[in-house]
Protein backbone atom coordinates (compact mmCIF):
# COMPACT_ATOMS: atom_id res chain seq x y z
CA UNK A 1 0.00 0.00 0.00
CA UNK A 2 0.63 3.72 -0.80
CA UNK A 3 0.84 5.76 2.04
CA UNK A 4 -0.04 9.65 2.48
CA UNK A 5 2.88 11.09 4.10
CA UNK A 6 1.44 15.04 3.08
CA UNK A 7 -1.15 16.37 1.77
CA UNK A 8 -1.64 20.07 0.75
CA UNK A 9 -4.25 22.17 -0.73
CA UNK A 10 -2.54 24.38 -2.98
CA UNK A 11 -6.33 26.55 -4.28
CA UNK A 12 -9.79 25.52 -4.39
CA UNK A 13 -9.21 22.76 -6.97
CA UNK A 14 -6.17 21.48 -6.96
CA UNK A 15 -4.09 19.48 -4.00
CA UNK A 16 -0.38 18.43 -3.58
CA UNK A 17 -0.05 15.07 -2.27
CA UNK A 18 3.29 13.14 -1.10
CA UNK A 19 3.36 10.01 -1.44
CA UNK A 20 5.62 6.71 0.13
CA UNK A 21 6.37 5.07 -2.95
CA UNK A 22 10.21 3.72 -2.86
CA UNK A 23 9.97 1.57 -6.15
CA UNK A 24 8.70 4.13 -8.23
CA UNK A 25 10.97 7.33 -6.45
CA UNK A 26 14.13 5.10 -6.88
CA UNK A 27 13.56 5.66 -10.73
CA UNK A 28 11.71 8.63 -11.33
CA UNK A 29 12.76 11.61 -13.64
CA UNK A 30 11.19 14.90 -15.45
CA UNK A 31 8.26 14.29 -17.26
CA UNK A 32 7.39 11.08 -16.19
CA UNK A 33 3.80 9.74 -14.92
CA UNK A 34 2.28 6.84 -12.95
CA UNK A 35 -0.83 5.40 -12.94
CA UNK A 36 -2.77 4.95 -9.46
CA UNK A 37 -6.18 3.26 -7.83
CA UNK A 38 -7.29 5.05 -4.86
CA UNK A 39 -8.92 1.51 -4.20
CA UNK A 40 -9.66 -2.31 -5.26
CA UNK A 41 -12.76 -1.13 -7.56
CA UNK A 42 -11.09 2.26 -8.13
CA UNK A 43 -10.51 3.57 -11.97
CA UNK A 44 -7.03 4.13 -12.73
CA UNK A 45 -5.80 7.52 -13.75
CA UNK A 46 -2.90 8.81 -14.91
CA UNK A 47 -0.94 12.07 -12.87
CA UNK A 48 2.37 13.48 -13.43
CA UNK A 49 5.33 12.79 -11.38
CA UNK A 50 5.58 16.58 -10.05
CA UNK A 51 8.59 15.62 -7.80
CA UNK A 52 10.38 12.79 -6.40
CA UNK A 53 12.94 12.29 -3.49
CA UNK A 54 14.98 9.19 -3.62
CA UNK A 55 16.51 9.87 -0.27
CA UNK A 56 12.98 9.65 1.84
CA UNK A 57 11.42 7.58 -1.12
CA UNK A 58 8.76 9.52 -1.44
CA UNK A 59 6.45 10.83 -5.06
CA UNK A 60 4.74 14.02 -5.13
CA UNK A 61 1.55 14.54 -7.31
CA UNK A 62 -0.23 17.31 -7.69
CA UNK A 63 -4.09 16.84 -9.18
CA UNK A 64 -7.22 18.96 -9.77
CA UNK A 65 -10.72 18.02 -8.91
CA UNK A 66 -12.44 17.31 -12.00
CA UNK A 67 -13.94 13.68 -12.31
CA UNK A 68 -15.13 10.73 -9.90
CA UNK A 69 -11.38 9.18 -9.14
CA UNK A 70 -10.27 12.95 -8.18
CA UNK A 71 -12.98 13.85 -6.08
CA UNK A 72 -12.26 10.38 -4.09
CA UNK A 73 -8.40 11.67 -4.05
CA UNK A 74 -9.27 14.57 -2.86
CA UNK A 75 -11.26 13.07 0.28
CA UNK A 76 -8.22 11.04 1.17
CA UNK A 77 -5.88 12.53 4.03
CA UNK A 78 -2.80 11.93 5.77
CA UNK A 79 -2.22 8.00 6.64
CA UNK A 80 -4.74 7.09 3.97
CA UNK A 81 -2.96 4.30 1.67
CA UNK A 82 -3.60 4.16 -2.12
CA UNK A 83 -4.74 0.87 -3.67
CA UNK A 84 -2.38 0.87 -6.79
CA UNK A 85 0.38 3.36 -7.37
CA UNK A 86 2.63 2.25 -10.78
CA UNK A 87 5.44 3.69 -12.32
CA UNK A 88 7.14 5.33 -13.86
CA UNK A 89 5.42 4.99 -17.20
CA UNK A 90 6.21 7.18 -20.71
CA UNK A 91 9.85 8.70 -21.68
CA UNK A 92 11.59 10.92 -19.48
CA UNK A 93 12.03 14.97 -20.48
CA UNK A 94 15.08 14.91 -23.23
CA UNK A 95 17.54 17.18 -21.44
CA UNK A 96 20.87 16.04 -22.98
CA UNK A 97 22.80 19.51 -24.60
CA UNK A 98 19.95 22.30 -23.91
CA UNK A 99 22.01 25.69 -22.44
CA UNK A 100 18.74 27.37 -22.81
CA UNK A 101 15.37 26.67 -22.63
CA UNK A 102 11.72 28.36 -22.12
CA UNK A 103 9.53 26.33 -19.67
CA UNK A 104 6.24 27.31 -20.89
CA UNK A 105 3.19 26.04 -18.16
CA UNK A 106 -0.74 26.90 -18.00
CA UNK A 107 -2.89 26.22 -15.17
CA UNK A 108 -2.68 22.95 -13.10
CA UNK A 109 -0.13 21.76 -16.05
CA UNK A 110 2.52 23.77 -14.43
CA UNK A 111 2.60 20.98 -11.57
CA UNK A 112 4.23 18.95 -15.23
CA UNK A 113 6.43 22.00 -15.87
CA UNK A 114 7.82 22.43 -12.59
CA UNK A 115 9.81 19.12 -12.21
CA UNK A 116 11.02 19.52 -15.91
CA UNK A 117 12.38 23.71 -15.13
CA UNK A 118 13.70 21.79 -11.86
CA UNK A 119 15.48 19.40 -14.04
CA UNK A 120 16.88 21.65 -16.77
CA UNK A 121 17.79 24.03 -13.78
CA UNK A 122 20.22 21.68 -11.45
CA UNK A 123 22.02 20.43 -15.06
CA UNK A 124 22.94 23.87 -15.49
CA UNK A 125 20.53 24.92 -17.74
CA UNK A 126 19.51 28.52 -18.07
CA UNK A 127 15.94 28.37 -17.62
CA UNK A 128 12.89 30.87 -18.27
CA UNK A 129 9.82 29.84 -16.56
CA UNK A 130 6.55 31.67 -18.40
CA UNK A 131 3.74 30.73 -16.22
CA UNK A 132 -0.10 31.40 -17.22
CA UNK A 133 -3.60 30.85 -14.91
CA UNK A 134 -7.19 32.54 -15.47
CA UNK A 135 -6.76 34.67 -11.69
CA UNK A 136 -4.65 34.94 -8.93
CA UNK A 137 -6.68 32.67 -6.88
CA UNK A 138 -5.51 29.83 -9.24
CA UNK A 139 -1.90 30.11 -9.14
CA UNK A 140 0.20 27.09 -7.83
CA UNK A 141 4.19 26.82 -7.31
CA UNK A 142 5.02 30.44 -8.03
CA UNK A 143 8.11 30.02 -5.38
CA UNK A 144 9.10 26.89 -7.06
CA UNK A 145 9.10 28.07 -10.27
CA UNK A 146 11.29 31.04 -8.99
CA UNK A 147 13.31 28.63 -7.27
CA UNK A 148 14.88 27.18 -9.98
CA UNK A 149 14.72 30.08 -13.34
CA UNK A 150 16.52 32.28 -14.26
CA UNK A 151 13.81 34.27 -15.37
CA UNK A 152 10.38 34.19 -14.20
CA UNK A 153 7.36 35.46 -15.74
CA UNK A 154 3.94 35.31 -14.53
CA UNK A 155 0.93 36.10 -16.50
CA UNK A 156 -3.32 36.38 -15.99
CA UNK A 157 -5.78 35.99 -17.90
CA UNK A 158 -7.77 39.30 -15.85
CA UNK A 159 -4.21 41.48 -14.28
CA UNK A 160 -4.57 39.94 -10.93
CA UNK A 161 -1.12 37.83 -10.96
CA UNK A 162 1.90 39.26 -12.96
CA UNK A 163 1.21 40.61 -15.99
CA UNK A 164 -1.85 40.72 -17.41
CA UNK A 165 -2.57 38.92 -21.29
CA UNK A 166 -1.39 35.02 -22.63
CA UNK A 167 1.49 33.06 -21.85
CA UNK A 168 1.71 33.17 -25.88
CA UNK A 169 2.45 36.75 -24.96
CA UNK A 170 5.12 36.88 -22.92
CA UNK A 171 7.16 34.58 -24.76
CA UNK A 172 6.67 36.94 -28.06
CA UNK A 173 8.30 39.46 -25.94
CA UNK A 174 10.65 37.51 -25.10
CA UNK A 175 11.68 36.23 -28.67
CA UNK A 176 11.27 39.74 -30.07
CA UNK A 177 13.90 40.95 -27.42
CA UNK A 178 16.42 38.50 -28.47
CA UNK A 179 16.47 35.80 -26.74
CA UNK A 180 17.33 32.76 -28.37
CA UNK A 181 16.27 29.17 -27.31
CA UNK A 182 17.49 25.33 -27.42
CA UNK A 183 14.43 24.58 -27.08
CA UNK A 184 10.61 25.83 -25.81
CA UNK A 185 8.76 23.01 -23.80
CA UNK A 186 5.44 24.18 -23.04
CA UNK A 187 3.09 22.03 -20.79
CA UNK A 188 -0.76 22.99 -20.19
CA UNK A 189 -4.46 23.18 -21.97
CA UNK A 190 -4.40 21.89 -25.88
CA UNK A 191 -5.19 25.17 -26.60
CA UNK A 192 -2.53 27.06 -24.74
CA UNK A 193 0.26 24.42 -26.07
CA UNK A 194 -1.52 24.70 -30.19
CA UNK A 195 -0.55 28.43 -30.30
CA UNK A 196 2.67 28.27 -28.50
CA UNK A 197 3.43 25.71 -31.08
CA UNK A 198 2.13 27.66 -33.84
CA UNK A 199 4.40 30.99 -31.94
CA UNK A 200 7.92 29.18 -32.02
CA UNK A 201 7.04 27.70 -35.44
CA UNK A 202 7.19 30.87 -36.57
CA UNK A 203 10.45 31.64 -35.16
CA UNK A 204 12.06 28.45 -36.07
CA UNK A 205 12.45 27.50 -32.40
CA UNK A 206 11.79 23.45 -31.69
CA UNK A 207 9.58 23.02 -29.61
CA UNK A 208 8.22 20.17 -27.46
CA UNK A 209 4.80 19.74 -26.02
CA UNK A 210 3.55 17.39 -22.87
CA UNK A 211 0.14 15.46 -24.07
CA UNK A 212 -1.78 14.00 -21.42
CA UNK A 213 -5.14 12.52 -23.34
CA UNK A 214 -7.53 9.89 -21.66
CA UNK A 215 -5.79 7.01 -20.98
CA UNK A 216 -6.55 3.65 -19.70
CA UNK A 217 -3.99 0.66 -18.79
CA UNK A 218 -0.51 3.14 -19.61
CA UNK A 219 0.97 0.32 -21.84
CA UNK A 220 -0.37 0.88 -25.01
CA UNK A 221 -2.73 -1.44 -25.33
CA UNK A 222 -6.34 0.09 -25.20
CA UNK A 223 -5.50 2.72 -27.37
CA UNK A 224 -7.30 5.20 -25.58
CA UNK A 225 -4.42 7.48 -26.05
CA UNK A 226 -3.48 7.97 -29.54
CA UNK A 227 -2.55 10.65 -31.03
CA UNK A 228 -1.49 11.59 -34.42
CA UNK A 229 1.88 13.14 -35.00
CA UNK A 230 3.77 13.65 -38.33
CA UNK A 231 0.86 11.99 -39.80
CA UNK A 232 1.42 8.94 -37.88
CA UNK A 233 -0.64 7.38 -34.75
CA UNK A 234 1.33 7.77 -31.46
CA UNK A 235 0.44 6.86 -28.11
CA UNK A 236 1.04 8.83 -25.45
CA UNK A 237 1.27 6.79 -22.73
CA UNK A 238 4.48 4.77 -24.06
CA UNK A 239 5.65 7.02 -27.45
CA UNK A 240 5.89 10.00 -24.96
CA UNK A 241 4.23 11.58 -23.22
CA UNK A 242 6.45 14.57 -24.77
CA UNK A 243 6.35 15.05 -28.47
CA UNK A 244 7.81 17.60 -31.18
CA UNK A 245 5.08 20.16 -30.93
CA UNK A 246 5.16 21.05 -34.87
CA UNK A 247 3.71 17.78 -35.52
CA UNK A 248 1.34 17.20 -33.56
CA UNK A 249 -2.61 17.33 -34.58
CA UNK A 250 -3.96 20.07 -31.81
CA UNK A 251 -7.41 20.10 -33.47
CA UNK A 252 -7.90 16.11 -33.74
CA UNK A 253 -6.13 16.17 -29.92
CA UNK A 254 -8.87 18.81 -28.61
CA UNK A 255 -12.01 16.95 -30.66
CA UNK A 256 -10.68 13.50 -28.55
CA UNK A 257 -10.38 15.30 -25.34
CA UNK A 258 -14.51 16.49 -25.02
CA UNK A 259 -15.53 12.65 -26.16
CA UNK A 260 -15.96 12.06 -22.12
CA UNK A 261 -16.91 15.17 -20.97
CA UNK A 262 -20.10 14.49 -19.81
CA UNK A 263 -19.65 10.60 -18.68
CA UNK A 264 -17.01 12.56 -16.16
CA UNK A 265 -19.49 15.69 -15.12
CA UNK A 266 -22.05 12.84 -14.14
CA UNK A 267 -19.48 10.88 -12.25
CA UNK A 268 -18.23 13.90 -10.64
CA UNK A 269 -21.40 14.24 -9.55
CA UNK A 270 -22.22 11.30 -8.22
CA UNK A 271 -19.36 10.85 -6.21
CA UNK A 272 -19.78 14.76 -4.56
CA UNK A 273 -22.89 13.74 -3.73
CA UNK A 274 -21.98 10.37 -2.03
CA UNK A 275 -19.23 12.07 0.21
CA UNK A 276 -22.54 14.51 1.24
CA UNK A 277 -24.55 11.50 2.14
CA UNK A 278 -21.49 10.41 4.71
CA UNK A 279 -21.29 13.19 5.92
CA UNK A 280 -24.83 13.53 7.13
Do not use: W
Amino acid sequence: MYEILERQELNNTVTRLVIHAPRVAKKAEAGQFIILRTDEDGERIPLTIADYDREKETVTIIFQVVGATTEKLNHMMVGDCLHDFVGPLGKATHTDGLKKVAVVGGGVGCAIAYPVAKKLHSLGCEVHSIVGFRSRELVILEDEFKSVSDKFVLMSDDGSAGQRGLVTDALKSLIESGEQYDEVITIGPLVMMKFVSLLTKEHGIKTVASMNPIMIDGTGMCGGCRLSVGGKTVFACVDGPEFDAHQIDFDEAMERSTMYKEFERHAHTDACNLFKKEVE
